[in-house]
């Protein structure tokens, strides 16, 4: 039986039956089936249907979504989801809280989580959970912030592009690298293999910013010169302690303020850079707390985000609380933002 092509939420190419879709004759009305969500963010649809032979629906060409004017991969937010967001995302006349003014820095910790808290279905398994919508999301918050932070964990799980996407960023129709943000990469070990990542490639092509590593162990020259080529650079910042080699959230924010001007970060995962910041002693840095809340739900045995649980005297406490929340729906997603209800530590 013959089916009618439509264009999925997805933006990939379903056929319906019949039954399921409109009883209209004619090529036009047909071609009007081609349903491309008005709301749709992404134009990879258009690597969907590559051979350039026409569509064809009961041997009649269909018009296809014209997308020849927008640039490959361009995502899209919506002004009114953008406004939305406003209070949760750092501008120029959002207050810094933190040290002294050249020390500070303004942190947004953001990810996407199940009905079950999870961020990934197992360790080391790359997990799509955002929709369209907040994928865009993602993006538009790329865009204000002037890097992203992600651990080393995720670098060698997902070889995320850590670019932005949207449209009229750098390289995205927007000159140079305007609005494209510097990955930050905790690697206190130096494992991640910087040439051989969809970052490097990005920034070989002008469509993002080569990345800054924080390590604490000494970076191998192999691995040294091929990033300082790029343009990447290597902050190496002390180990907390020798029993310890984990590195003071403090001293990483501040070296990123102080020696590079980023005055906004955006922290993106995974695990266990989440948890770290999450716990009582981090918490206090963060600005803003948006997190995606996909209708899924990952199962046992899922990455959870979930911190250190927290012990005064003799009761346990809730770790972390937020204030200020608003949810927003985008899309089959929800998004809360919030703000930490914390008060910042005296010196
Ligand atoms: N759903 C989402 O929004 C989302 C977002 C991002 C990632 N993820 C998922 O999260 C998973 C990865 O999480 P993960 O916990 O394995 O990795 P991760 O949090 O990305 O990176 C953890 C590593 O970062 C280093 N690190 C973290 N804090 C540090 C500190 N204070 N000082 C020094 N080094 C520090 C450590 O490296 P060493 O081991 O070398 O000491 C640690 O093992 C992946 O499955 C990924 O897909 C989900």
Same mark, same amino acid.
């Given at each position: 039986?013959?089916?009618?092509?439509?264009?999925?939420?997805?933006?990939?190419?379903?056929?319906?039956?019949?039954?399921?879709? $409109?009883? $209209?004759?004619?090529?036009?009305?047909?071609?009007? =089936?081609?349903?491309?969500?008005?709301?749709?963010?992404?134009?990879?649809?258009?690597?969907?249907?590559?051979?350039?032979?026409?569509?064809?629906?009961?041997?009649?060409?269909?018009? =296809?979504?014209?997308?020849?004017?927008?640039?490959?991969?361009? !995502?899209?937010?919506?002004?009114?989801?953008?406004?939305? !967001?406003?209070? *949760?995302?750092?501008?120029?006349?959002? +207050?810094?809280?933190?040290?002294?003014?050249?020390?500070?820095?303004?942190?947004?910790?953001?990810?996407?989580?199940? =009905?079950?808290?999870?961020?990934?279905?197992?360790?080391?398994?790359?997990?799509?959970?955002?929709? +369209?919508?907040?994928?865009?999301?993602?993006? *538009?918050?790329?865009?204000?912030?002037?890097?992203?932070?992600?651990?080393?964990?995720?670098?060698?799980?997902?070889?995320?592009? =850590?670019?932005?996407?949207?449209?009229?960023?750098?390289?995205?129709?927007?000159?140079?690298?305007?609005?494209?943000?510097?990955?930050?990469?905790?690697?206190?070990?130096?494992?991640?293999? #910087?040439?051989?990542?969809?970052? #490097?490639?990005?920034?070989?092509?002008?469509?993002?910013?080569? +990345?800054?590593?924080?390590?604490?162990?000494?970076?191998?020259?192999?691995?040294?010169?091929?990033?300082?080529?790029?343009?990447?650079?290597?902050?190496?910042?002390?180990?907390?302690?020798?029993?310890? *080699?984990?590195?003071?959230?403090?001293?990483? #924010?501040?070296?990123?303020?102080?020696?590079?001007?980023?005055?906004?970060?955006?922290?993106?995962?995974?695990?266990?850079?989440?948890?770290?910041?999450?716990?009582?002693?981090? #918490?206090?840095?963060?600005?803003?707390?948006?997190?995606?809340?996909?209708?899924?739900?990952?199962?046992?045995?899922?990455?959870?985000?979930?911190?250190?649980?927290?012990?005064?005297?003799?009761?346990?406490?809730?770790?972390?609380?937020?204030?200020?929340?608003?949810?927003? +729906?985008?899309?089959?997603?929800?998004?809360?933002?919030?703000?930490?209800?914390?008060?910042?530590?005296?010196?």
């Amino acid at each position: 039986m013959e089916g009618t092509p439509v264009w999925n939420s997805e933006s990939s190419l379903v056929v319906e039956s019949p039954s399921a879709s $409109s009883s $209209s004759n004619t090529a036009q009305e047909k071609g009007s =089936l081609i349903n491309v969500d008005p709301s749709s963010n992404s134009v990879e649809a258009d690597q969907q249907h590559t051979n350039n032979e026409p569509l064809q629906y009961g041997g009649v060409d269909l018009p =296809l979504p014209d997308f020849s004017s927008r640039l490959r991969d361009v !995502l899209r937010f919506s002004p009114d989801h953008a406004r939305m !967001l406003e209070p *949760h995302v750092p501008s120029p006349t959002t +207050p810094y809280k933190a040290m002294t003014p050249k020390e500070s820095i303004r942190v947004t910790l953001t990810y996407a989580q199940s =009905l079950d808290g999870a961020i990934a279905l197992a360790p080391g398994m790359q997990t799509a959970l955002s929709g +369209p919508e907040s994928k865009a999301m993602t993006h *538009h918050l790329r865009s204000r912030h002037d890097a992203i932070l992600i651990g080393v964990g995720t670098m060698l799980v997902d070889n995320p592009s =850590l670019n932005c996407r949207i449209e009229g960023a750098g390289g995205y129709g927007g000159e140079n690298l305007e609005h494209q943000p510097i990955p930050v990469i905790i690697d206190p070990q130096c494992k991640w293999d #910087f040439g051989w990542s969809k970052v #490097f490639e990005l920034a070989q092509k002008g469509k993002g910013r080569p +990345p800054i590593i924080v390590h604490s162990a000494p970076m191998p020259r192999y691995r040294k010169i091929p990033l300082q080529k790029a343009g990447g650079v290597s902050m190496h910042i002390p180990r907390r302690s020798f029993d310890d *080699h984990r590195i003071s959230w403090n001293d990483i #924010f501040a070296r990123l303020r102080l020696e590079h001007d980023i005055k906004s970060v955006m922290v993106e995962g995974g695990g266990s850079i989440i948890e770290e910041l999450l716990a009582p002693e981090n #918490f206090w840095m963060v600005d803003s707390v948006i997190v995606t809340i996909a209708p899924t739900w990952l199962g046992k045995g899922a990455v959870s985000a979930a911190p250190k649980d927290c012990v005064q005297g003799v009761h346990k406490v809730a770790v972390a609380k937020l204030k200020d929340v608003k949810w927003v +729906p985008l899309g089959d997603d929800v998004v809360m933002c919030a703000k930490p209800d914390v008060k910042v530590p005296q010196k």
